[in-house]
């Protein structure tokens, strides 16, 4: 289960969409870790964009992240996939309430048995009972170009549980699969499968972006993508971004914290780093 959250999480990343960029606003920096500091604060807290899923080859954790990393005293993600009791909420909340042979037609059951087993080697029917966001969540794995990845939320974890500090996230897991849930309709999943092969492209654009730390150019590339509705965009963007920045402050008082989200979270009016510029506090680039 915890894999299907990935997963889901870059579907997200691949297709993610928002409104665009003010034409006054100056660029972010090219980093993705990032100084929050003053407004109260007795020591600076830290928010890096991950890239949920991502092959071996291409996955790495710089030297700047490892050291910032040892200077904190907790690690807060979107979510704390790891809380056993959590993953149980995600499998309930990935139930149908009716299953996939009866909500689809004929035509789009078996168009999307086909679509499975041609992508990803395995049929529709054991997957008749969970949400089409679950199939949606195989697909996205299935764009990259590897066939295992590797997860900076795990690996941030690991590196947590070494040092003994404390994990915990942002929302829940309900609050999580919700959002997800309101956000990913039968009709916006269906279409978003029409255009696999788009994904797979994009996927490996997001990459390019990632590796180069280039949070602008990858925020402007999910902005041209055309098929996210607004919907989505509300639920799975502007909600959870002006959740997490309420919910900051509180845990970043209490010590240095290291945040770590998707960066699609980072850029834009209503991202995370204006989102904290707007509520008074210092953001600032790390860069080496």
């Not at 008749?128 to 794995?141: G, I, K, P, T, W």
């Not at 299935?142 to 939320?153: G, V």
């Not at 916006?188 to 490996?204: A, H, I, S």
Request: hydrophobic share 40%; with cysteine.
């Amino acid at each position: 289960m915890r894999n299907l959250m990935y997963s889901l999480s870059a579907l997200l990343a691949a297709i993610f969409a928002c409104a665009p960029t003010a034409a006054a606003q100056r660029p972010l920096e090219r980093s993705l870790l990032w100084e929050i500091s003053g407004n109260g604060l007795q020591q600076p807290s830290y928010i890096y964009g991950t890239m949920h899923l991502m092959c071996p080859g291409d996955f790495a954790v710089s030297d700047k992240t490892r050291r910032v990393f040892a200077s904190t005293g907790k690690l807060v993600l979107e979510v704390n996939m790891f809380d056993p009791n959590e993953l149980v909420v995600l499998q309930q909340k990935m139930l149908s309430d009716t299953p996939q042979s009866v909500r689809l037609s004929p035509e789009r059951y078996a168009w999307l048995d086909s679509l499975l087993q041609k992508q990803a080697g395995v049929p529709l029917k054991p997957f008749d009972n969970f949400r089409l966001s679950v199939l949606a969540a195989l697909m996205a794995q299935k764009a990259f170009s590897c066939d295992s990845t590797r997860s900076y939320e795990e690996e941030f974890k690991n590196m947590a549980d070494s040092r003994h500090i404390t994990l915990s996230g942002l929302e829940t897991m309900e609050e999580e699969a919700d959002y997800f849930n309101k956000a990913f309709t039968d009709e916006y999943v269906l279409q978003q499968l029409t255009g696999f092969d788009d994904m797979k492209k994009e996927t490996l654009l997001s990459v390019q972006y990632y590796k180069a730390e280039d949070v602008e150019a990858m925020y402007k590339m999910m902005t041209a993508d055309k098929s996210m509705d607004e919907q989505s965009r509300y639920w799975l963007l502007e909600v959870r971004n002006a959740n997490w920045v309420q919910r900051m402050p509180a845990i970043m008082k209490a010590g240095s914290t290291f945040f770590a989200v998707g960066a699609g979270h980072l850029a834009g009016e209503k991202g995370v780093i204006r989102l904290l510029r707007a509520g008074g506090y210092t953001v600032k680039p790390v860069m080496e």
